[in-house]
């Protein structure tokens, strides 16, 4: 049974799986919609999600996101809900054509999913960006491509287009994507403007056909990331890293990408950074880079997830220590414990990178799409009893309870060294 109508058959289902979330998220962040509406936008987005399916192109969604996004902006209205809407409803695909498809199939319902609605939801934000800051028609135009960063090398053409906020870059060289994060001002910290910027490249440059994804800092940089945004952590009696958590999407994305994802670093990685470096498929460094897990500086336990994720990488004694001290493991420790696959000179990382991505792109992207999946499934789920997942995650809550979290983010805050009193 064809994919499009395999989605189609359940689309009362989905519309309101999704309705539901939204309407859960209609309490925490107190949106203004009615319920009609949120219902109205999840069945329009279902509906073009099926059709770009059907079609196997993402153009009918990209045309109605820019029409949506620029009738949103005359009538005085953003766009954070119809964001949302997108958010959600992947998650809910997601679930859908996990439990109802198989094999190849379900690999190539997954990637297609991503992609159109990673190219809907980018189109939704650049149009909108578009039209605030032109004020007028946007629908014949797009951002202007981004100037400088270094992306181009020698031999090839770099066509690029812009997140709203600048901070995330992508471009593209033949089959291969490059996506540049450049939030200079806050070093590249992970927030929810800068991993949705991401999600959304990610989906954009799969709807071009992309074949290989390059991830990296902008040029000049000394710090690749410094982590998770700390202004976006919650303040106790939360889960700071719950499954909504804005980085865990991202980390998420980058892992069920079918495209091979590299990471190109140069500079410091901190913290969650790291954890998106080791969710990339292959780590390229240069002798500027280091690495460093940095919870316990702030007395946040980290998930099950995240800790899954530097065991499909890591020796166990690597990660304790690496946790436990919160210590950077400089780039040729990082080579000689495999955290990189290749360590370069500075100046030839660019080139090494972008050529040993184009070398992968000329390699069965349906192969190398199974095979990723194949690896990801083997690694991700590992058993585990239901009353030692709730003990865990009520060692968890403990802890982000605690006075000692919240001297943590106050410390880190005022710039001083934490006093913890394992309360």
């Known amino acids: 049974?064809?994919?499009?109508?395999?989605?189609?058959?359940?689309?009362?289902?989905?519309?309101?799986?999704?309705?539901?979330?939204?309407?859960?998220?209609?309490?925490?962040?107190?949106?203004?919609?009615?319920?009609?509406?949120?219902?109205?936008?999840?069945?329009?987005?279902?509906?073009?999600?099926?059709?770009?399916?059907?079609?196997?192109?993402?153009?009918?969604?990209?045309?109605?996101?820019?029409?949506?996004?620029?009738?949103?902006?005359?009538?005085?209205l953003d766009i954070a809900e119809l964001q949302g809407a997108f958010n959600v409803l992947e998650e809910v695909l997601w679930r859908h054509v996990a439990d109802t498809l198989a094999g190849d199939q379900q690999i190539e319902a997954l990637g297609l999913v991503s992609a159109i609605l990673g190219a809907g939801?980018?189109?939704?934000?650049?149009?909108?960006?578009?039209?605030?800051?032109?004020?007028?028609?946007?629908?014949?135009?797009?951002?202007?491509?981004?100037?400088?960063?270094?992306?181009?090398?020698?031999?090839?053409?770099?066509?690029?287009?812009?997140?709203?906020?600048?901070?995330?870059?992508?471009?593209?060289?033949?089959?291969?994507?490059?996506?540049?994060?450049?939030?200079?001002?806050?070093?590249?910290?992970?927030?929810?403007?800068?991993?949705?910027?991401?999600?959304?490249?990610?989906?954009?440059?799969r709807a071009q056909d992309v074949r290989v994804v390059v991830l990296r800092a902008a040029a000049g940089m000394d710090v690749w990331s410094a982590g998770h945004d700390m202004d976006e952590l919650p303040r106790g009696r939360r889960d700071p890293l719950g499954y909504n958590d804005p980085l865990e999407g991202l980390l998420r994305a980058i892992r069920i990408c079918p495209a091979p994802v590299v990471a190109m670093v140069h500079g410091t990685v901190w913290g969650g950074a790291l954890d998106l470096v080791l969710s990339c498929d292959l780590v390229i460094a240069d002798e500027t880079a280091s690495f460093a897990i940095t919870p316990a500086n702030l007395?946040?336990?980290?998930?099950?997830?995240?800790?899954?994720?530097?065991?499909?990488?890591?020796?166990?004694?690597?990660?304790?220590?690496?946790?436990?001290?919160?210590?950077?493991?400089?780039?040729?420790?990082?080579?000689?414990w495999l955290v990189v696959n290749h360590l370069v000179g500075s100046g030839e990382l660019e080139a090494f990178t972008l050529e040993l991505a184009a070398t992968m792109a000329t390699k069965s992207p349906m192969a190398i799409a199974v095979i990723k999946e194949q690896l990801r499934v083997l690694t991700d789920y590992q058993p585990i009893a239901a009353q030692v997942y709730e003990r865990i995650q009520g060692l968890r809550r403990e802890a982000y309870d605690s006075s000692d979290y919240l001297e943590g983010l106050n410390a880190f805050a005022e710039k001083r060294r934490p006093i913890f009193r394992g309360t």
């Open 121 to 205: 939801k980018d189109a939704l934000a650049r149009t909108y960006l578009a039209v605030a800051s032109r004020g007028g028609n946007p629908l014949g135009e797009q951002p202007a491509p981004p100037g400088g960063g270094g992306e181009a090398p020698t031999g090839g053409a770099l066509a690029g287009t812009d997140s709203p906020a600048g901070a995330v870059r992508t471009g593209v060289l033949g089959q291969v994507g490059v996506i540049t994060l450049d939030d200079r001002r806050k070093r590249n910290a992970i927030g929810a403007q800068m991993a949705d910027g991401v999600v959304a490249a990610l989906g954009s440059l």
């Open 299 to 336: 007395g946040l336990p980290y998930n099950t997830t995240g800790l899954l994720h530097f065991l499909g990488r890591l020796p166990i004694n690597l990660i304790k220590e690496m946790f436990f001290t919160a210590a950077p493991l400089d780039a040729q420790k990082a080579k000689e």
């Open 1 to 76: 049974m064809e994919t499009s109508a395999v989605l189609a058959s359940a689309e009362d289902q989905i519309v309101d799986e999704a309705v539901a979330a939204l309407d859960r998220r209609d309490q925490t962040h107190h949106h203004a919609s009615s319920p009609e509406e949120r219902r109205r936008n999840a069945r329009h987005l279902f509906e073009f999600v099926v059709r770009c399916v059907h079609e196997g192109r993402a153009e009918p969604i990209i045309a109605w996101s820019r029409q949506i996004a620029a009738d949103r902006f005359v009538a005085g």
